[in-house]
């Protein structure tokens, strides 16, 4: 098959968070599994970009833009258009871009089956409320309408998209990770180091977008109340929303945690390696994630985890790597208090992450895509002419 995927960002442009990465690692996996991929996107530093590039066998098509920041559009509708009646099925990630909409319209002339993965923004949740409702009446309703199938990585989110198509059309598709790329972790005593995290301190560790949505001023919170003493909490992310990343530093001045709570900035490939291999918790304290690969990936490197209820990945956690708890400051800093804190219950609530690993691996959600690919095809039929075969004696 030739499958085209559609998405405004795509690796190695790790800054948009974890769809980027998780796009090109099932692209790369059904490259692997004999079928042809190309991937339709914006370079978000070149407007100009139109190349195609190849990355682990993926074909990459840049389509040069205009717009601004997430207001972005092609310049040349055409080049997708052509993209779409090259491919046998169209495969659409995420919302509130016109990349999408412009995919679904474009398969529906092709007569191509398209797929759709909202990647968990189909519920406003924090700003632009309105307008996000208003982009739903025009494009996600339409998309969804004659969406083949729409994709949902948790079931909390399965649940968001029933009113939106009927069940034979909704499917729930989990996500996965490469767990040979954490099975052996640098030592973390030079990060620790760089950081200024002295030994024997307990260090906890967040990954991911410096967001709203990730309720990282409830995390500060929280990590004032438990009142954790030698204990260091860093916020590694990219900080593309200023206003809220300098709320955040206000906090934590006015909250005496100077020195103690950090926004390092961004890490990726190795250094993130190497702060995951550093700590002794990971928390994502999200108000909503329609997974939570970061969590995920702190389970494969040996981290145990605590996280909130409203992440789509807390039931596989559970008591099993780590604490799910409610996103409030008290359930925080009662989480952080029994992982840090309390050894037996420490160790009861992660003895069952050997038995996880199997499932947050891509082999399973990537052979269910493949399945589900396969099913849009058109069948075979059968020759009414068979050639006739003539034997010489």
């Given at each position: 098959?030739h499958?085209?995927?559609?998405?405004?960002?795509?690796?190695?442009?790790?800054?948009f968070?974890g769809?980027?990465?998780?796009?090109?690692?099932?692209s790369r996996?059904?490259v692997?599994?004999?079928?042809?991929?190309?991937?339709?996107?914006?370079?978000?530093?070149?407007?100009?970009?139109?190349?195609?590039?190849?990355?682990?066998?993926?074909?990459?098509q840049?389509?040069?833009?205009?717009?601004?920041?997430?207001?972005?559009?092609?310049?040349?509708?055409?080049?997708?258009?052509?993209?779409v009646?090259?491919?046998?099925?169209?495969?659409s990630?995420?919302?509130?871009?016109?990349?999408?909409?412009?995919?679904?319209?474009f398969?529906?002339?092709?007569?191509?089956?398209?797929?759709?993965?909202?990647?968990?923004?189909?519920?406003?949740?924090?700003r632009?409320?309105?307008l996000?409702?208003?982009?739903?009446?025009?494009?996600?309703?339409?998309?969804?309408?004659?969406?083949?199938?729409?994709?949902?990585?948790?079931?909390?989110?399965?649940?968001?998209l029933?009113?939106l198509?009927?069940?034979?059309?909704?499917?729930l598709?989990?996500?996965?990770?490469?767990?040979?790329y954490?099975?052996?972790?640098p030592?973390?005593?030079?990060?620790?180091?760089?950081?200024?995290?002295?030994?024997?301190?307990?260090?906890?560790?967040?990954?991911?977008?410096?967001?709203?949505?990730?309720?990282?001023?409830?995390?500060?919170t929280?990590?004032?109340?438990?009142d954790?003493?030698h204990?260091?909490?860093?916020?590694?992310?990219p900080?593309?929303?200023?206003?809220?990343?300098?709320?955040?530093?206000?906090?934590?001045?006015?909250?005496?945690?100077?020195?103690?709570?950090?926004?390092?900035?961004?890490?990726?490939?190795?250094?993130?390696?190497?702060?995951?291999?550093?700590?002794?918790?990971l928390?994502?304290?999200?108000?909503?994630?329609?997974?939570?690969?970061a969590?995920?990936e702190?389970?494969?490197?040996?981290?145990?985890?605590?996280?909130?209820?409203?992440?789509?990945?807390?039931?596989?956690?559970?008591?099993?790597?780590?604490?799910?708890?409610?996103?409030?400051p008290a359930?925080l800093?009662?989480?952080?208090?029994?992982?840090?804190?309390?050894?037996?219950?420490?160790?009861?609530?992660?003895q069952?992450?050997?038995?996880?690993?199997?499932?947050?691996?891509?082999?399973?959600?990537?052979?269910?895509?493949?399945?589900?690919?396969?099913?849009?095809?058109?069948p075979?039929?059968?020759?009414p002419?068979?050639a006739?075969?003539?034997?010489?004696?």
């Amino acid at each position: 098959m030739h499958i085209l995927q559609i998405t405004p960002t795509y690796y190695p442009e790790l800054q948009f968070g974890g769809p980027p990465q998780k796009i090109h690692a099932l692209s790369r996996g059904l490259v692997r599994h004999g079928h042809t991929v190309t991937v339709a996107t914006l370079d978000s530093t070149r407007p100009g970009a139109a190349e195609q590039t190849t990355m682990d066998g993926v074909t990459v098509q840049y389509l040069p833009w205009l717009g601004r920041g997430p207001y972005r559009w092609p310049r040349r509708w055409s080049r997708l258009a052509n993209l779409v009646r090259q491919a046998d099925v169209v495969h659409s990630y995420g919302l509130y871009n016109l990349l999408g909409p412009a995919g679904a319209y474009f398969a529906r002339q092709a007569q191509r089956p398209f797929v759709l993965e909202p990647l968990g923004m189909y519920v406003p949740r924090t700003r632009k409320v309105r307008l996000k409702r208003l982009y739903h009446r025009l494009f996600t309703l339409p998309m969804a309408r004659h969406a083949a199938l729409l994709i949902a990585t948790s079931p909390g989110e399965l649940a968001e998209l029933r009113d939106l198509v009927s069940d034979r059309r909704l499917v729930l598709r989990g996500n996965g990770l490469d767990l040979a790329y954490y099975a052996a972790l640098p030592a973390g005593d030079a990060f620790r180091r760089q950081h200024h995290i002295p030994a024997g301190d307990h260090l906890i560790l967040y990954i991911g977008r410096i967001s709203p949505i990730k309720n990282l001023d409830g995390l500060i919170t929280a990590f004032a109340a438990a009142d954790l003493p030698h204990s260091h909490l860093l916020l590694v992310g990219p900080q593309l929303e200023a206003d809220y990343a300098r709320q955040l530093q206000q906090q934590i001045a006015a909250s005496g945690l100077t020195g103690r709570v950090r926004l390092p900035g961004p890490l990726y490939d190795e250094a993130k390696l190497a702060a995951l291999a550093a700590a002794d918790l990971l928390v994502l304290p999200s108000h909503y994630e329609s997974y939570g690969n970061a969590a995920a990936e702190a389970v494969a490197a040996g981290l145990p985890v605590l996280l909130t209820e409203s992440c789509g990945i807390a039931p596989l956690i559970h008591r099993r790597a780590g604490l799910a708890v409610p996103a409030t400051p008290a359930g925080l800093a009662a989480g952080l208090r029994t992982l840090l804190t309390d050894e037996t219950a420490r160790r009861q609530n992660t003895q069952g992450r050997a038995q996880l690993l199997p499932d947050l691996s891509w082999e399973q959600p990537l052979a269910h895509m493949i399945q589900l690919y396969e099913q849009l095809q058109p069948p075979v039929m059968p020759d009414p002419h068979p050639a006739v075969q003539t034997i010489h004696s």
